[in-house]
């Protein structure tokens, strides 16, 4: 008998999520791009056209595997939204510490945007260490924040009340503007 | 009251009571949430409540930043996959990225055949509307340059996400760094492959385009040999109205304005060409191995290090094109091109600027001036003499050392007696052999002794560049910083002997920024730094001025404690300095003043002090010249032979013998003898002449009144130009050489407007106390009794007798019979008494010589043994 994805997907979030993430970083990639676009052209977020993106990717496996699991599954893209930002600014610190050359003009219209990203920096480690106590914050700030969903969305996705991630994303706001006053 | 014990469970409920209290806060607008918790405040416990109050100001203060997704935060590198298409262009790999641009490798089939090309587009997608400006603008620039030396543009669109892209020709080359290291390139093939990217630049700068991060990786050589310059991508429009200063560059090549963010310039593209040759002509960037910031500060502050062992006109030339201020540096692209182009075609480089010495290279190229060696040297002080010869000693003590001069300089006995091969042409053997050697102490004992040796020696560079050896291996060496001062004040020395007069400048700028405290307390240091900016102000030959700051330099010396050292060296340099002073100026009486003191100070120090011979040598000579009678004769010419044996006939050290001998044949109006002296020292330094124009002037001068006075108008109005555009040149428009030369042209020159000119030029003369006043009065008595203007004639006479007279100095041979034919009564001519001085002078001389002797006996025997001192 073939190997059932659905399982695969429970699996896979369980333990390792790599593959699962692996076929995720496109629309993740996609995603990321629309929120960016939204901003650069101040037009209305085009997050929806990667919503039914990532919802169609769903369903099509969960027209052959009736278990799939859609809270899970979205969960996981949107962290994988989160990691992928993340990783992307980690990389330009890199390159940035390695490049020999170092480009003082262009660093000037950087700064602002180094600034956040070190702020982003410190809200994703924040929220690595929130996710023992808070789980559900957790999850709705990278599904909101990261990946930007809307809160109906959310709490559609997550089974929960609009008010509950509400309520959620409030706390989660209020706990991880203390990592801002750090900075 | 808390207890300890109760302290978990209790944070715990304050976990649960600050969740439900955000679940009941969620259920209220967000700007009355702070509102709503002081309502529900009696109902919570107060640690719950503050707790949410924090959380909640923290809130009120970050809020903001929660407001629109992270990724709208951050700029998104573009993605792309190789095989992708981007307009009609095929990506087949990624050549590099930028901040704000990444450069695709692309390929297109045309008409049969693959077109392969570079495209450019910006980093971040979507794009910045920064980064879409500068891709439109980079655009907008390589369609209007077109040369062979640029990538053309092909093709240029705009991507889905409205990024403007361009592409340009790919060229397949390497980077002219590699290219150079590869090839193996000469000096002069680098210089002219540096020439051809200048030329590009030059190009763009007539299109009005900066092209401003020009470095290595930015210029390629492709199979055929053709350079190309790529990136315009920080270029910037040179119109007048483009104010940007913001914009990208390599730190390790740019110019401080660019550090700075100012503007650009022609000048900034000078100083990465400059940049740019330092790494080709030398293996390094300008401030190589440098973290970024410590970059930023050395591009700003501190000279660029050249080369190690650069040709010295390259190096000026770089030095100029780097200076910190852009208007300092040279104004455009092609103006550095031309120097590269004199130094490719030997013709002098104008780079060795700073005023003086840069007015004197424009003099120079414009009559291409053969040029002597000249009396301006003669405050050379006896310190730095005495300083080189122990030097010398040092180094012949070293065994070490010595074996290695002993092996190199075959002959070596002949080295010392200095007879048979000068000892100039073995030093010069040796000193290519001294890097063999690996024990850096041995390599420096050994360039201090080339150096000394080479000491006033022409050419100079020689001793200038063993100097700069030592300069370069005191580091290494531990050295004190008390004989790293007395080391590089040494290479001041032979720097300002060999004219090197910008170089001299920067040393004592950083000899008195680097050892400032040394200089406090070191007074003989002191002492040889004034001294060398004495000579530089010998430039303008305020001799009044000399006399103070020696005086003062001298005070300071005695001031030491050490009676030992210092104040030896440094009594006998303020005595000879004093005593030449005099002597130009025609002060007798003050220079017979001085000369017992001069030899009451080398007697008492001959013994140990190496230049008291010289030094001696000169006053013989200088009371020969005064007093001539057969026992003057005879010391003067045991001074000139000891000068001889001890330096080598050749060495500029002699020279002053000669200069001294010269004026005296002019004094005794003796002008066979005078040409012929006058001719000879013209010749010696014409070998070097970019050594030697300071020195010059007053032999042109000199020689223009000799043949004044033989008659000769044509020579003398050439050596009276000579010697007027030389006055100009070293001591500036008005000074005493300049009016003096201006004189001798107006003499020349014979028209009754000329001579009534000289007349007020003589009246000028004396109210400055000009040294050479007598000689415009004696010229215009002599122009009286040619009109026979008799009265006129004994007047201006007078004056000229009256002048000499007042300083004790004796008449002019030629005087006296004008005196004579005019019936006019001389002036008594006062009478020193020269021959009690003799005996001491000899005395002198003795010491001297035995030093010398002393020196022969430690040189090896013809069998490569050594006798024992």
Known sequence: MKQGFPNEVSKAIAESPDDLTRTLLPAAYARLRAIAAGQRRRMPV????????????????????????????????????????????RSRRARK?????????????????????DRLLAIDAALTTMRVEHTRLVQVVEMRFFAGFENQEIAELLGVTEKTVRRDWLQARALLAVVLDDD | MTTEPAQAPLDNNLLTQIDALFDLLAEHDESQQLEQLEALADRFPSEAVAAVRRLLR?????????????????????????????????VEGELGRGGQAIALAVSRQEGGFEQQAVLKMPLSSPPSPDAVRRMLRERQLLASLKH????????????????????????????????????????????????????????????????????????????????????????????????????????????????????????????????????????????PGMQASAQVRAVLEYTPQLPVGLDRDLAAILQRAMRKEPQARYASVAEFDAELERWQLHLPVLAHAGGKRYRIGKWLRRWRLAVGVAAILMTITAAALWQRVQAQQEAANALAVKNFVLRVFTGANRFTTGREVSALELAQRGFYEVDSISNPRARFELYTTLAAVFGRNQPQRYAVMASEKR????????????????????????????????????????????????????????????????????????YAQLRKINTRAFLLAQQRTDQSGGSRSSETYHHTNRLFAAWREFQY?????????????????????????????????????????????????RAIAWC????????????????????????????????????????????????????????????????????????????????????????????????????????????PQAHAELR????????????????????????????TDFPAARADLGKAGDWLNARGAPLQGDMIALYRQLELAAPIAPVYEVRSMLPQIDQILAEAEKLQQDKARLAPQPDGTESQP
């Open chain 1, 46 to 89: 085009a997050t929806l056209n990667t919503t039914a993106l990532v919802n169609e990717a769903f369903l099509r496996i969960a027209s052959t595997h009736e278990d799939a699991d859609r809270e899970r599954y979205f969960a996981l893209f949107a962290r994988v939204v989160r990691n992928t930002l993340i990783d992307h600014i």
């Open chain 2, 148 to 287: 062979p030396g640029l990538p053309s543009m092909i093709d240029g669109g705009v991507l889905d996400d409205g990024a403007p892209y361009l592409v340009i020709e790919r060229i397949s080359g390497q980077p002219i760094d590699e290219y150079a290291d590869t090839q193996q390139l000469s000096l002069r093939d680098r210089v002219a492959l540096l020439r051809k990217v200048a030329n590009i630049v030059a190009y763009a700068h007539a299109q009005l385009v900066l092209h401003r991060d020009i470095k290595p990786a930015n210029i390629l050589i492709d199979g055929d040999g053709r350079v190309v310059l790529l990136d315009f991508g920080v270029a910037q429009s040179l119109h007048a109205n483009a104010t940007a200063t913001n914009v990208g560059y390599t730190l390790a090549f740019a110019a401080p304005e660019q550090v700075r963010g100012e503007r650009s310039s022609a000048a900034t593209d000078v100083y990465g060409l400059a940049a740019l040759a330092c790494r080709l002509l030398g293996g390094e960037g300008p401030f």
């Open chain 2, 471 to 542: 300069m370069a291996l005191m580091d290494r060496i531990g050295l004190s910083r008390n004989e790293q001062l007395h080391v590089t004040l040494d290479h001041l020395n032979f720097l300002w002997w060999a004219e090197r007069l910008a170089e001299v400048h920067s040393q004592i700028d950083l000899v008195q920024s680097r050892y400032a405290n040394e200089l406090l307390n070191d007074s003989l240091a002191r002492l040889q730094l004034e001294e060398l900016q004495i000579n530089l102000a010998m430039g303008e030959q305020r």
């Open chain 2, 644 to 751: 001889h044996g001890f330096f080598d006939k050749n060495s500029s050290y002699c020279d002053w013998l000669h200069d001294i001998q010269l004026v005296h044949l002019l004094h005794a109006a003796n002008w066979t003898q005078a040409e012929e002296l006058y001719v000879r020292r013209l010749a010696i330094n014409t070998r070097y002449p970019e050594e030697s124009i300071v020195e010059l002037q007053p032999i042109y001068y000199a020689g223009a009144v000799i043949s004044l006075a033989r008659g000769d108008l044509s020579a003398a109005a050439d050596r009276a130009e000579h010697a007027h555009a030389l006055a100009i040149t070293v001591c500036g428009a008005e000074s005493h050489c300049t009016r003096a030369a201006r004189a001798a042209l107006l003499q020349v020159a014979g028209t």
């Open chain 2, 760 to 787: 007020t030029l003589a009246k000028v003369q004396t109210d400055n106390e000009d040294p050479q006043s007598w000689r415009s009065w004696l010229w215009l008595a002599q122009n009286a009794i040619a009109q």
């Open chain 2, 589 to 637: 009486r003050e220079l017979f003043a001085q000369l017992p003191d001069l030899l009451g100070t080398l007697q008492r120090y001959a013994t140990a002090n190496g230049n008291s011979g010289w030094a001696a040598g000169n006053a013989a000579v200088l009371l020969h010249g005064l007093r001539p009678t057969s026992e003057t004769e005879r010391v003067s010419a």
């Open chain 2, 58 to 90: 923290g809130l009120e203060r970050h809020g903001e930043f929660f407001e629109q997704p992270a990724a709208q935060r951050v700029n998104l590198d573009r993605p792309y996959t190789t095989g992708e298409l981007l307009g009609r262009w095929r």
């Open chain 1, 97 to 117: 510490r390695d490049a020999p050359i170092v480009s003082l003009a262009e660093d000037a219209p950087i700064a602002f945007e180094e600034r956040d990203m």
